[in-house]
Structures are given as C-alpha cells and as structure tokens.
C-alpha cells in the first residue's frame, strides 16, 4: 500500500505543476457577460466564468483532465467500505478540481484564487487518503 501511495503523491505533484501552468499561463476569469444591458446572468455555481481557451491552452486542459481522471480513478479504489461522509466529502473535493480543470462558472476573482481553491481540494484528497491507508494499516 506504501508504494501505492508514493505512486499517488507523484501524480499529485505532476497533476499540481501542469494545473498552476494551465491556471496562470492559459486561464482568464472574467465577470459573467449581461445577455443584454438589461439581464444579468447569476447563477448559484457563480457569477464569472472563463475566458476561451486557444489551442495550447486546449491541449494543456486536456492533458490535465486525463491525469486527474487517471488519478482519482487510483483513489476510488481506497475508498471502498468507507462511510458515507468521507465518500461525500471525495466527492465535492474531486468536484472542485474537476470544475477548475473544466472551466465551469466559478465564484473565484481570479485565475489566482481559482488555483489555489483546486490545490487545496487536491491537498485535502491526498490527506483523507492517507487517513484511510493509516487507519487500515492499525487494524492490519
């Protein structure tokens, strides 16, 4: 299991570097656009969203989803037999790192906060599942 976990801090550390190089190299934040002067569109999920990706940035998110998917699809297994909230609180960590990589509307002012809100959910996964792993070595 150790070396499961060493296997998952190494994807962190590659999923960290190419999320801060998507964020602050490829991604702009910007105020949810009026659809008219009259209508302004907000929405419970936030009120701004990202600006259009060019084809690097493209190729960079891409790349980043497939890491992520690859890496959480790793954790799923360690959670099997947990309860509930530690299954519900993955779940909404994994949905703040999947809307950052996706560029869906956020709340976050800018590229900044938006990538430090993704590393920390990122963090808090790494600390839940070695949680896991240390409780099931005791009982070991």
């Known amino acids: 299991m150790a070396t499961k976990l060493n296997n998952i801090d190494l994807m962190a550390k590659e999923i960290r570097a190419t999320l801060a190089d998507f964020m602050l190299n490829h991604s ?3 105020p949810v656009r009026p659809y008219s002067d009259e209508v302004i569109c907000f929405t ?3 009120d701004r969203s990202y ?3 060019d084809d690097a940035g493209r190729k960079v998110q891409s790349s ?3 890491c992520y ?3 959480y699809s790793t954790l799923h297994p360690l959670l099997k037999g947990q309860p509930d909230d530690v299954l519900s609180k993955m779940e909404q960590l994994n949905e703040v790192v999947i809307r950052t990589i996706e560029h869906r509307i956020t709340w976050s ?3 900044q906060q ?3 809100r993704a590393l920390s959910a990122l963090e808090d996964q790494l600390k839940l599942i070695t949680t896991i ?3 099931k070595s005791r009982k070991d």
């Open 28 to 30: 702009r934040i910007e």
């Open 44 to 46: 419970p999920e936030g």
């Open 51 to 53: 600006a259009y990706l």
């Open 64 to 66: 980043l989803s497939k």
């Open 69 to 71: 998917d690859q890496f």
């Open 109 to 111: 002012k800018n590229t």
């Open 114 to 116: 938006a990538l430090d």
């Open 133 to 135: 792993h240390e409780e």
